[in-house]
Antibody, heavy 115, light 107 residues
Framework: QVQMVESGGGVVQPGTSLRLSCTAS????????MHWVRQAPGKGLEWVASILYNGFNEYYTDSVKGRFTVSRDNSKNTLFLQMNSLRREDTAVYYC????????WGQGALVTVSP | DTQMTQSPSTLSASVGDRVTITCRASQSIDSWLAWYQQKPGRTPKLLMY???HLGSGVPSRFSGRESGTEFTLMISSLQPDDFGTYYC?????????FGQGTKLKIK
């Protein structure tokens, strides 16, 4: 059974950094594009970033461009999201996922940006 | 960027009803559309991919159709477990975009 375990969430102050990790098991991680999707409290789903299977191409939503970096280590089946210059509006649960290419999701990592 | 306009935003229906949720893309996305169901406090669940392909383990009462840039998710006979919020997502071009969601309540 596929598992994706996220870590790295927490409470941080505006302007600081945080790094999320997502480690997959029982999954051909290196064959899939991977994505980060977030959900602010009480709000809908928002696509944040994607990285192709080989790590050669990255894509970002406009609001995080220049602040967030998605990367992956296929040797460790791990996806990362480096988040710098965090803002209050980045407060959300962050999910790693391979969807819509397979229904595989992390459990979600809560990031709270607050003074 | 491709905008996804989903309707209605809320929906209340009875068990056994036929339910339809619509998503309209601002430009052509071919068939690169997915539908998700999310229940409170849970991760999203993939219902449909490529507009009309049923996700793994998804009941056959769910179906998807497309007509140009308009996509519909249909539930043929609503069941109590179908409550939740439904989202469409286009994955034709980056940035991938979600619709704003449809909250489905069971009367």
């Amino acid at each position: 059974q596929v598992q994706m375990v996220e870590s790295g969430g927490g409470v941080v102050q505006p302007g600081t950094s945080l790094r999320l990790s997502c480690t997959a098991s029982n999954f051909s991680f290196s064959s899939y594009a991977m994505h980060w999707v977030r959900q602010a409290p009480g709000k809908g789903l928002e696509w944040v970033a994607s990285i192709l299977y080989n790590g050669f191409n990255e894509y970002y939503t406009d609001s995080v461009k220049g602040r967030f970096t998605v990367s992956r280590d296929n040797s460790k089946n791990t996806l990362f999201l480096q988040m710098n210059s965090l803002r209050r509006e980045d407060t959300a649960v962050y999910y790693c996922t391979s969807a819509p290419d397979g229904d595989n999701w992390g459990q979600g990592a809560l990031v709270t940006v607050s003074p | 960027d491709t905008q996804m306009t989903q309707s209605p935003s809320t929906l209340s229906a009875s068990v056994g009803d036929r339910v339809t949720i619509t998503c309209r893309a601002s430009q052509s996305i071919d068939s690169w559309l997915a539908w998700y169901q999310q229940k409170p406090g849970r991760t999203p669940k993939l219902l449909m991919y490529k507009a009309s392909h049923l996700g793994s383990g998804v009941p056959s009462r769910f179906s998807g159709r497309e007509s140009g840039t308009e996509f519909t998710l249909m539930i043929s006979s609503l069941q109590p477990d179908d409550f939740g919020t439904y989202y469409c997502q286009q994955y034709n071009t980056y940035p991938y975009t979600f619709g704003q969601g449809t909250k489905l309540k069971i009367k």
